[in-house]
């Protein structure tokens, strides 16, 4: 029995956890610092992909990933001793595919040429608006015109340029989102990714609004007939939603987040970053320290990790479904069943495919356009304890 | 053994939080019944549920012993008994074991509803009453105009009243020695056949059941055989002792005492509040007068979330019901909420804490259904049936009259809310019955049904009055209404744990209340759900809760598989808190708030 991991593929993670301000609005782990030594980074994360490479040695690298944090604030020099290292540690598939996720100020543009030369071949770029108001209100640095001159570099620099935009934002209709996406697909090359906008506990949007303020944000109707307009437009230009919010042409999905998705192994390196790795046939999830000094201080101490779980079958199952139904392309039933050892319970199958929110087919089980926008009620049902 | 000079008994009685628990504390403290060491803030509410919720909810007796100004020795047994409505009978089974009252009346707010209640009980007990003055070490704190008070409004005689701060110990000596001059000795004759008041009881899991016992005549005394009057039943008597506020074993207990025993009994539903007991041998001849068992007047259907947990709230059920004679219960079957119990409560906070002990102290999650009184139903044929579940109304066609229980309300306000508590009562079909003022404030009297008052009549109170109305009821007789059973159907299903007995006059209004309760109570699924009343088929509101459209998380951290699977099994352990209709999940507490109406 080949091992589960292998209908995903392999990929890495690389998480830079540094911004030059916070905004208001997010939960990632990311810390304002300021005078980061590179080579003392560059080193830690070249001892903990060494680490990592003696554990899963000999596998097809399919993907590299960049993220943070800002992840365009890393000196090029680091991205690519990084990916050196990774290509010295694993055979690379042919079309290694190499993200960094950037932000769209100048100096960071002025990177990317560096970016290129390093081996990055695809950039995501949080732009996240296209009104400067809008901007501010986000918390963000740039201007819509400098999003456009960084956006141009990055066309020039590389093939694969997405990227992400947030919407259902304070006083935005439906109308409003609608036109600024319009805007957005003329800009895009092949992908996007649009998110509606999510308060999170611990983020000053959070507090504003359990005190009550952050008025104006669209209620659920609202939001649900934005979220329509974005399935609909984006089809309309030829880049259907491949993911709940991930838009892209057949072809050009970003293959490092499909390793995610369809619940392949991933090495997660930096701090707060997670993996996924099967090792004797059962998966393990590794998590990292969140301050970076916690996880450098680790990394000196042997290893960058601050827990490792094996997942039982019930929960690498789970998983599975969880990430899995959020792709257009859904799951695969009978690998569910290797996974756990049971079916997905057929009644309440049943039951979805008789609302319309799930559709079946052979062995895959998908969620249907209504029933994506509810997963969260659809992975309720389908969930056994 | 004390004689009966040296004796005095008394219970603390007063509104809802005018300081009883305390000024307790303080009587203890002063006469150093307990070590500093194990003084704590209201001592003797022991229950977690009391300590949580800072009430009283038993009565509980305590032996001081103090030595008064003239250098004699005095026994002191002081109850103190809780203030809530619901737990009246309390009161007032704890007064018939003692000669006086001191009646504490919070010198900021002045006399209120459960303090005249206090009142007309204590002078229906013959007791001595002495009034004190509590909490004057608040600026608030109007001595004065609260003294006047209790003249105008009790016409009992308050210039002497005792001014106490029983936070701080004032006034704490002077009440002591008004307890031993003004409170008269009690009586009873030493060499007379034993005649002891069963006054109250409750299951101890080391000791069995333990009886609460005041001697009227005769000696009590460890070993002896005695006999319980009212059924004959015998016991050898295990342990005599006194409470101070633990428990201390004597050999013997005098007329006048008050104290406990045990005799190995098993269940506290084999002691009867208010029995005599006296000697196998020899006994009295005929018993006290005895008092009326509390009777349940607010029914609900008490059924498990998770279904497979029935035993263990069969257990639970029978474990507190050993403790609580004042609860009822018996087995229920629902079409939709499988097997549970009808159980009876004295009012919906005795519903809400014997709930909320299950919950906790038993870990079972519980689906608590529509509270219902009960309705006296006469059938053509000249029977009346006892309904405590409208599920269980009879075809109308056989029904002749329907008759349901009614109270009479008691209601102090301050008269610039007058206005707004007439308007409550109307609302609530009241008929005013009287209304006289006490300088600024208006006591209002009411007859009302019992079902428009139980479930949220105080809460409405308190909110339409900023909380500075009070109010008491008890229950009066039945009388024959215009009633008629409403169903709540959600998807076409009927729900028969949310079916009511309404008037007929307030059924369209009730029932759109309730639609739209349940309609913000019951969460979104994938579909549209229909939410109707109606009235033998008949649907008389309606509302739709429309279809989930979006519930997704947008944003993907990265591969953190982990923070998404904990928070669907967040999201899943919700669901288990609900129960299914049909493919409808209700949440458990909407049974009883869809029942709140907000006006
Ligand atoms: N400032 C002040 N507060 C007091 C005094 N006596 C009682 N309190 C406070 O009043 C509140 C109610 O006191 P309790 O002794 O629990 O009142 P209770 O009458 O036993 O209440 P129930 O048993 O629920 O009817 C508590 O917060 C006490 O701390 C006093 O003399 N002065
Ligand atoms: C890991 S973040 C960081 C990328 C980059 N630092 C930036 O901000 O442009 C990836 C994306 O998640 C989205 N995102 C972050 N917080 C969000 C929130 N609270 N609600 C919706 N989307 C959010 C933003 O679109 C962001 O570009
Ligand atoms: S949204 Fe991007 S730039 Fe802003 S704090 Fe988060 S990671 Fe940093
Ligand atoms: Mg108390």
Partial sequence: MTDDWRNGGFGLYVHWPFCEAKCPYCDFNSHVTRNIDQSAWTNAYLKELARYAEEVPGRVLNTIFFGGGTPSLMAPDTVGAVIDAARGHWPCANDLEITLEANPGSVEAGRFAGYRDAGVNRISMGIQALNDTDLRRLGRLHSVADAQAAFDIARHCFDRVSFDLIYARQDQTPADWQAELSQALSMAVDHLSLYQLTIEDGTAFGDRFRRGGLRGLPDDDNAADMYRITQDLCEAHGMPAYEVSNHAAPGAESRHNLIYWRYGDYVGIGPGAHGRLTLNGRRLATETPLVPGRWMEAVAGGAGELSRERLDPQDAASEYLMMGMRLAEGIDMERYRALFGRDLPSDSRAYLVDLGMVEEDGPILRATRDGRAVLNAILRELLTD | MTDLAHIRNFSIVAHIDHGKSTLADRLIQATNTVSERDMKEQLLDAMDIERERGITIKANTVRIDYVADDGETYVLNLIDTPGHVDFAYEVSRSMRAVEGSLLVVDSTQGVEAQTLANVYQAIDADHEIVPVLNKIDLPASDCDRVAEQIEDVIGIEATDAIQVSAKTGIGIRETLEAIIHRLPPPQGTLDAPLKAMLVDSWYDAYLGVIVLVRIMDGTLKKGMRVKFMSNGTLHNVDRVGVFRPGMQMVDSLGPGEIGFLTASIKQVRDTRVGDTITTDKHGAETPLPGFNPSVPVVFCGLFPVDSAEFEDLRDAIEKLALNDASFSYEMETSAALGFGFRCGFLGLLHLEVIRDRIEREYDIDLITTAPSVIYHVYMRDGEMRELHNPADMPDLTHVDHIEEPRIKATILVPDEFLGDVLKLCQDRRGIQEDLTYAGQRAMVVYDLPLNE??????????????????????????????????????????????????????????????????????????????????????????????????????????????????????????????????KVDIPQEAFISALKMDS
Avoid at chain 2, 530 to 538: D, F, L, T, V
Avoid at chain 2, 545 to 555: E, I, N, P
Avoid at chain 2, 561 to 581: H, I, P, V
């Fill in chain 2, 453 to 582: 008052v139980v479930f949220d009549f105080y809460d409405r109170l308190k909110s339409v009055t900023k909380g500075y109305a009070s109010f008491d009821y008890h229950l009066t007789g039945y009388r024959a209404d215009n009633l008629v059973k409403m169903q709540v159907l959600v998807n076409d299903e009927p729900v028969d744990a949310l079916s009511t007995m309404v008037h007929r006059d307030r059924a369209e209004m009730r029932g759109r209340a309730m639609c739209e309760k349940l309609k913000d109570l019951i969460p979104r699924h994938m579909f549209k759900i229909p939410i109707q009343a109606a009235i033998g088929g008949k649907v008389i509101a309606r509302e739709t809760l429309s279809a989930l459209r979006k519930d997704v998380t947008a944003k993907c951290y990265g591969g953190d598989a982990t923070r998404k699977r904990k928070l669907l099994d967040k999201q899943k352990a919700g669901k288990k808190k609900m129960r299914q209709f049909g």
